[in-house]
């Protein structure tokens, strides 16, 4: 399988706390991969520092290039989508208006391959709600749907590889059943997704492989179906 991420020996910094320390990991293409581990054990900050949003040290390659000195926008318009945690829309604008703001050009894969591209009307298939409310204000939406125009505008930057950040927290059941449904279908699409989460049950609908962490460094790594049946790594570093 092609990487399309590799990360080699990154660390991270808050100020003078450190974060990471020296995480190893790839994504292959077409891949779901998840990072698991409690609050606090350092997955946004892998992925905050993955899109140069904090300090940081070590190698970053996506796509073939070295993105480890890039900032932010030039990451971006790489093609490396990021979908927060704390979803970051646009509270004044309206679905339709969140959505011009991720357009991007189209894209190809390494090989040449046409990436999948996005379109308002596309992703109104994907996210039937939004829809139904082209012309809501994002600040009159609720969590769910908020979480679900965060997703849609990302993909609107036709990217090739996708973090998302905790997709599953604070959100209603029936919502949770859609994100598990749209990860499945992007990753059809040949899309490669890095997902954060701490919620095993979501996780296992979804992802092909998984690093543990906790306290900023990798303690397991294998297989969704391996970590599913250890009820001992589940029990030390997943529980809370």
């Known amino acids: 399988m092609t990487a399309m ?49 904090v300090d940081r040290q070590g190698a970053v390659h996506f796509n073939g290039d070295d993105i480890s000195r890039k900032r932010p926008f030039e990451i971006a318009r790489r093609g490396l989508g990021f ?32 990436a999948p591209v996005w379109t308002p009307e596309r992703l109104f ?12 204000p994002g600040g009159r939406m609720s969590g769910g749907e908020q979480q679900m125009l965060t997703v849609a505008r990302t993909l609107m930057g036709n990217p090739l590889l996708v973090l998302l ?27 490669s997704i890095l997902l954060s989460e701490q919620n095993i049950h979501f996780a296992q609908l979804v992802s092909d492989r998984v690093y543990v962490l906790e306290k900023g460094q990798i303690h397991w790594q294998g297989s969704m ?7 001992d790594v589940q029990k030390a570093y997943l529980t809370v």
């Open 125 to 136: 298939t994907l996210f039937p709600n939004l829809g139904e409310m082209p012309n809501r």
């Open 225 to 231: 179906e391996a970590l599913a049946a250890d009820q």
């Open 83 to 114: 979908t927060p945690e704390d979803r970051r829309i646009f509270a004044d604008l309206t679905v339709m208006e969140n959505l011009d703001i991720g357009r991007q050009a189209p894209r190809a894969f390494p090989d040449g391959t046409p």
């Open 165 to 191: 950040d905790e997709p599953s927290e604070g959100v209603a059941p029936l919502i949770v059943e859609q994100m598990a449904n749209t990860i499945v279908e992007l990753k059809k699409e040949g899309l």
């Open 5 to 53: 991420l590799t990360i080699e020996n990154l660390s991270a910094w808050y100020g003078a706390a450190r974060i990471l320390f020296d995480l190893s990991f790839e994504v292959g293409r077409g891949e779901v991969v998840a990072l698991m581990g409690r609050n606090g054990a350092g997955k946004t900050t892998t992925m905050k520092a993955i899109m140069g949003l």
